[in-house]
């Protein structure tokens, strides 16, 4: 490195004259992560911007990915997103060409279609749930940190592409991706809704009739989307709940299986923000997990990641938080 100039050093020494570049900004090192993470949200909210029918599911959870791996991985390349969407768009050539192509677009019967595709999906790549279905936390439990119970690497469409493993929601976006890929080739004619009622299960598709290729493809070449978001939204929940850093309310079994409420935990959160955190012991894991997280070593999030909850608390109010305005109430807190 060429000498500094005396300006430089005047600007940027300790008092017995030693350069310290570091703390000049011709100098400072810029930490990639930070601006992987920005452009992994703008992109995120991007897609959240063009509403319900034209959002990309699939490329919208692996901004997710692509936001909470740089957080943590402090790494200087980002997550390769288009390579992870080359691999949806593999297996959706590979449906056409050699498991559809007995099938013609405009005669085959949707069912016989729809069963080829989850034949492929969910017994040759062998896509599978967890054991836990959608959530390992005990229901109508008070548990200190949720993030010992669940697996957040089951909720990012990245590791299921690799693992063949993942919670319903993100299964479904894979099978809807691959759907709107097979429309958009033309190796279907017909669209399909995924069921997003019931994430304790494989996700199922429903046959929309009348909505044909032609009436879904859009100006720029991409298939309007009938998936509804709550896939998404099902994926943040999961990643809220494995990174929060505090105690963690569950609703009863009843309430869980209706779809009714899936707990929270502003109230944990509360009490810790306003009488501070009374177990030594939990305290000394956060303050561990905390430590080898900033040097970008993977831990388990059972002391709470509070970057990655307040980021998927943020991108909860982005995609719903009008909808439900609970998710802005425990993004404040996180704030606080």
């Known amino acids: 490195m060429p000498r500094p100039s005396t300006r430089l050093q005047a600007a940027s020494a300790t008092d017995d004259g030693r350069f310290i570049p570091e703390d000049h900004p011709a100098y400072r090192r810029v930490d990639m992560s930070e601006l992987h993470a920005y452009a992994a949200r703008q992109q995120f909210a991007q897609q959240c911007a063009q509403g319900e029918a034209g959002i990309n599911l699939a490329e919208a959870a692996l901004h997710i990915s692509a936001e909470d791996d740089a957080l943590v991985s402090h790494s200087t390349v980002p997550l390769p997103v288009a390579s992870y969407l080359k691999r949806l768009s593999s297996m959706a050539l590979e449906l056409a060409r050699l498991r559809l192509a007995h099938l013609p677009p405009d005669t085959a019967a949707p069912e016989d279609v729809?069963?080829?595709?989850?034949?492929?999906?969910?017994k040759e790549q062998c896509f599978r749930l967890p054991a836990f279905g959608r959530s390992n936390v005990p229901a109508g439990a008070l548990v200190d940190?949720?993030?010992?119970?669940?697996?957040?690497?089951?909720?990012y469409l990245h590791e299921a592409l690799v693992s063949k493993k993942g919670i319903a929601a993100v299964l479904a976006v894979i099978y809807s991706d691959i759907m709107q890929r097979l429309l958009a080739c033309g190796a279907i004619n017909f669209a399909v809704r995924m069921e997003c009622r019931d994430f304790n299960r494989l996700p199922q598709a429903s046959v929309l009739h009348g909505m044909t290729r032609a009436s879904?493809?859009?100006?720029d070449g991409s298939i309007t989307n009938t998936c509804t978001s709550a896939a998404l939204v099902e994926m943040l929940r999961f990643l809220k709940?494995?990174?929060?850093?505090?105690?963690w309310q569950t609703s009863p079994v009843d309430r869980q299986q209706a779809?009714?409420?899936?707990?929270?935990?502003?109230?944990?959160?509360?009490?810790?923000?306003?009488?501070?955190?009374?177990?030594a012991q939990l305290q000394a894991i956060a303050r561990t997990a905390k430590h080898r997280l900033e040097r970008g070593i993977w831990t388990s999030p059972g002391a709470g990641d509070l970057r990655r909850a307040k980021a998927a608390c943020e991108r909860l109010a982005i995609l719903c938080g009008d909808d439900c305005p609970t998710e802005r109430r425990q993004h404040a807190l996180n704030q606080y």
Request: charged share 20%; glycine share 14%; hydrophobic share 45%.
């Open 259 to 279: 779809g009714i409420a899936t707990g929270g935990g502003f109230a944990g959160a509360a009490q810790v923000a306003l009488e501070g955190e009374a177990d």
């Open 241 to 247: 709940r494995a990174y929060w850093p505090f105690p």
């Open 114 to 122: 729809l069963q080829v595709v989850e034949d492929y999906l969910f």
């Open 145 to 155: 940190h949720p993030g010992v119970w669940e697996d957040a690497r089951h909720a």
């Open 216 to 219: 879904l493809l859009r100006p």
